[in-house]
């Protein structure tokens, strides 16, 4: 079941049974990892949202302090108290309801997350978008499905579970359930429509080993990633697998075409482009894989950052870049509605509007605002007058666009503790 920072400490941890094991085998890895850590580096075993978020401490760590100490990121490194609890939240992981294979079914949009018992959080960064109409902004958040009108003010909460993508409609979540499953369920209603069944199951005893998960833009695909570089996509209609991949590697993000012709998936040091009829390799390019690949509304431009940070368009029919955007530390891109220009977040944290000479614009960017806090997602609102950031400690805000100021003012879920 999905487990909150406090309850790790105080809830009593299941005899371990079968799972000694794994446990074992898991309060090694961590050992090991805390151990890299320590030593200056980042363990070759930490893949997505991990490794980058350790990478950028450390980049920031060395350049000095270029944020108020109010806005620092707060990771700590894996004490050995710390791996106690893991390791009691872990076994507790285990101890809920069980499906036909022996795994916990309880966790509704996710499992016990490291990230959160490091560092509570509000919401799901990634998880945050609007409607099609631009009336509201959504996120997987503390308190489960989280719903502003985008004129500001309190939110509601639509459902007491989370989820792990949305549809474009609002109209259906991806959630993640027992072993390595992926449920959808009407988010009017809450009635579960599909199961979506096929990645491995590595046997983790925190009994929830899947990764990312995207719908395609016009709702009728799904995918989702497993641990270690598996993905798959089917079709949500009726639930049958459409394609899958093999990356040999952990997945960072998914981020489909929007045609849904293909799917961009990051990894290492590169984002692969996949066609998502066969999931053939359509093409492949350098990137980072921390920053998750942004398609413009015509499916011409890829955007994201190079392996230096460097804010980067491609073209999506070659995959040869087409332009950078000197001074790197990008941490998040977003395509305009029009496709003209590209809004950046950086380390530093600043959000930037750049407009690239191959995209008809001057090439030159400019600063919203410098107020956004370390490692926030971006996204337009669909007249391209607004610009929101998300983060998973400090929660939605909104810019607009033409002054730099906030457009609206949201209150935030409480922390996840």
Partial sequence: MALTFGQVKTRKAAPPGAAGDGLKADLRTLESSRDALEAGGVPASWQGLAADAARTRRATSAAGPA?????RPRTRLLSAPLIGVLAAALLAGCAGDRDKDGCDISAAGGSFSLAAAIEPTRLDARSVVTDPDGKYVVASCSEGMCRWDRAGGAYE???????????????????????????????DGGEQVQRLEGLPNPKVTDASPVGPIAFSPDGELVAAAGLEGDLIIWSVEDGEEVASADLEGGIGSISFSPDGELVAVTGGDSVTILETDSGEEAG?????SGVRPAWSSDGRWLAGATTEGYPTIWNTTSFEAVESLPGGGAV??????????LAVVTAQPMLSVWTPKGLGGSGADRDVTRSVPARSEVLFSP???TVFTASAAEGVAAWDLATGKPAA???QPPLDR
């Fill in 67 to 71: 944020y108020p100490v109010s806005m």
């Fill in 332 to 341: 998040a891109v977003a395509f305009s509605p029009d496709a003209s220009s």
């Fill in 284 to 288: 492949k390019i350098s990137a980072a």
């Fill in 409 to 411: 003012e949201l209150d």
């Fill in 383 to 385: 007249d391209g007058r």
């Fill in 157 to 187: 909460t639509v459902s007491k579970d989370g989820y792990g993508a949305i549809s474009a409609d609002l109209a259906l979540v991806a959630r993640k359930v027992g072993c390595s499953d992926v449920a959808l369920v009407e988010v």
